[in-house]
Nanobody
Framework: QVQLVESGGDLVQPGGSLRLSCAAS????????MAWYRQAPEKERELVAG???????NYADSVKGRFTISRDNAKNSVYLQMNSLKPEDTAVYYC???????????WGQGTQVTVSS
């Protein structure tokens, strides 16, 4: 029943911006922390950003100052604003729900972000 659907991935030039969205359903969204992960080919999936139920945020060092995670509980949605994009940001980006221990327990299908000139 839990469903997470990402959208907004695209091909962008270095230095460009992109906003990813994640639409959640099948659970009480406001009760859960959420996160964005990414996975590049042949690399480990890594945490990009997380947001708590009350809006607290944390970021990977590699994206700090460039990316912003946010949530809109009225819309059951999580967003990732990505600015000053670099080629190394190229990856499939996944939305996840986080359990009590802040570990992911559900995943979306992913959306491709490609940063290239």
């Amino acid at each position: 029943q839990v469903q997470l659907v990402e959208s907004g991935g695209d091909l962008v030039q270095p230095g460009g911006s992109l906003r990813l969205s994640c639409a959640a359903s099948g659970f009480t969204f406001s009760n859960y922390a959420m996160a964005w992960y990414r996975q590049a080919p042949e690399k480990e999936r890594e945490l990009v950003a997380g947001i708590t139920t009350v809006g607290g945020r944390n970021y990977a060092d590699s994206v700090k100052g460039r990316f912003t995670i946010s949530r809109d509980n009225a819309k059951n949605s999580v967003y990732l604003q990505m600015n000053s994009l670099k080629p190394e940001d190229t990856a499939v980006y996944y939305c996840s729900r986080r359990n009590t221990w802040l570990e992911p327990d559900y995943w979306g299908q992913g959306t491709q972000v490609t940063v290239s000139s």
